[in-house]
């Protein structure tokens, strides 16, 4: 069964294309950073990578919120051609995930740092002071963090193999306009 969405070649705004590489660059960042840092024994090193893991992190998340806003200003992405209605269906899931993880996982970081005990330092600047440990708070953190940063590299998977799928196989020219060109 086919959507009714028309086909259409709409160029995508400038800051539509940056938003897009940006946040998946930076994500990519600390995600890889973050997957780094888990495999790393205790020691020095792991909390280098940890700081740098939470002060990107927190960076991200004014990217992720302007992003977000962005988005809600401009609207859904227009379709580039007909889908069957559950291809459509998973990939503006995948895409509403995603806008959406870029959000949640900063604030998950957050949230272990602060309900751990542990202050919000951004490069060196303490933002949040340690405090008392507020264990469901960390607990939650630990969950949404850990859970989302696995489905997170499923619904990336996903959202990458949609985009050779529409550059190899369908050949309708979507990565030539995320990439702003006609």
């Known amino acids: 069964m086919k ?5 259409t070649h709409q160029p995508l705004s400038k800051p539509t294309i940056a938003f897009h590489w ?4 930076f994500f990519l960042t600390v995600l890889g950073l973050g997957l780094y840092m888990g ?3 205790k020691g020095p090193e792991k909390f280098e990578i940890m700081d740098w893991h939470k002060s990107l992190g927190f960076a991200f998340l004014f990217l992720a919120l302007s992003r977000v806003v962005w988005r809600l200003r401009e609207g859904q992405l227009p379709s580039l051609n007909e889908q069957t209605t559950w ?7 995948i895409h509403v995930f995603l806008l959406l993880a870029t959000v949640l996982m900063p604030l998950s970081g957050m949230m272990m740092s602060i309900g ?3 202050g919000l330092d951004f490069f060196g600047s303490e933002l949040v002071a340690a405090g008392e ?10 969950e949404v963090h850990e859970i989302g ?5 499923l619904a990336l998977v996903l959202h990458i193999a949609g985009a050779l799928k529409h550059e190899y196989k369908i050949k309708d020219g979507l ?3 995320m990439l702003g060109r006609k």
């Open 3 to 7: 959507t009714d969405m028309k086909s």
């Open 133 to 142: 440990k507020i264990q469901w708070l960390g607990g939650l953190g630990h």
């Open 149 to 153: 940063a696995n489905v997170v590299i």
């Open 116 to 118: 751990g005990g542990h």
């Open 175 to 177: 990565l030539s306009r």
């Open 39 to 41: 495999e790393l024994p």
């Open 87 to 93: 291809q459509d269906t998973l990939a503006k899931g």
């Open 22 to 25: 940006l946040t998946g660059l």
